[in-house]
């Protein structure tokens, strides 16, 4: 099992920047791709952006291309994503995410494990 545990949501206005925190713990970090999935209320949960067990693969959604960026910490079992010029479109709850591969992790089917989500409200 792996325990996942994100931080670092809230409330910013339009513009501003967040960046959001999963540690995980229970099995090796090293061994998961990890990935960043939102949902905003009535919507689907959608992948956000995903990031290889080494760090050097990355991928995002084109709605937060240029603007949000995933790295991870294989000493401090971290991921983190950096979420800069935020719009009020990207209020949602926030969900860290592992899998066995970075282009698996992007699939909510296939997560393996999640979070519990952070909230992240922006304002216009």
């Known amino acids: 099992q792996v325990q996942l545990v994100e931080s670092g949501g809230g409330l910013v206005q339009a513009g501003g920047s967040l960046r959001l925190s999963c540690v995980a713990s229970?099995?090796?970090?090293?061994?998961?791709?990890m990935g960043w999935f939102r949902q905003a209320p009535g919507k689907e949960r959608e992948s956000v952006a995903a990031i290889s067990m080494s760090g050097s693969t990355t991928s995002y959604t084109d709605s937060v291309k240029g603007r949000f960026t995933i790295s991870r910490d294989n000493a401090k079992n971290t991921v983190y994503l950096q979420m800069n010029s935020l719009k009020p479109e990207d209020t949602a709850v926030y969900y860290c995410?592992?899998?066995?591969?970075?282009?698996?992790?992007?699939?909510?089917?296939?997560?393996?494990?999640w979070g519990q989500g952070t909230q992240v409200t922006v304002s216009s």
């Open positions: 229970g099995r090796t970090f090293s061994n998961y791709a």
């Open positions: 995410a592992a899998g066995p591969a970075i282009n698996i992790v992007r699939i909510k089917q296939r997560v393996t494990y």
